[in-house]
């Protein structure tokens, strides 16, 4: 596995461990996804230009329809 790779799934499990933690805690799934949106939305303005940030939201949306359901997704 190469070190970007690497990086990746550490990060992603790691986001996935405090999701789980605030869904233990019975806090609404849907202020998370929102919070995690709102903050990946904001990343991607600040380290983005203004062509890239529109084309990676040109590909969300494209993509839309392949998203998986949370639960069916294998966890790591």
């Given at each position: 596995m190469i070190k970007d790779?690497?990086?990746l799934e550490y990060i992603y499990n790691e986001v996935l461990i405090?999701?789980?933690k605030?869904?233990?805690e019975e806090h609404d799934p849907l202020a998370i996804a929102a919070v995690f949106a709102s903050q990946a939305m904001?990343?991607?303005k600040t380290v983005l230009s203004?062509?890239?940030y529109?084309?990676?939201i040109n590909s969300i949306v494209d993509k839309k329809d392949k998203v998986q359901p949370?639960?069916?997704r294998?966890?790591?």
């Amino acid at each position: 596995m190469i070190k970007d790779e690497h990086d990746l799934e550490y990060i992603y499990n790691e986001v996935l461990i405090v999701i789980e933690k605030l869904l233990k805690e019975e806090h609404d799934p849907l202020a998370i996804a929102a919070v995690f949106a709102s903050q990946a939305m904001g990343l991607y303005k600040t380290v983005l230009s203004d062509k890239d940030y529109n084309s990676m939201i040109n590909s969300i949306v494209d993509k839309k329809d392949k998203v998986q359901p949370f639960e069916s997704r294998s966890l790591h």
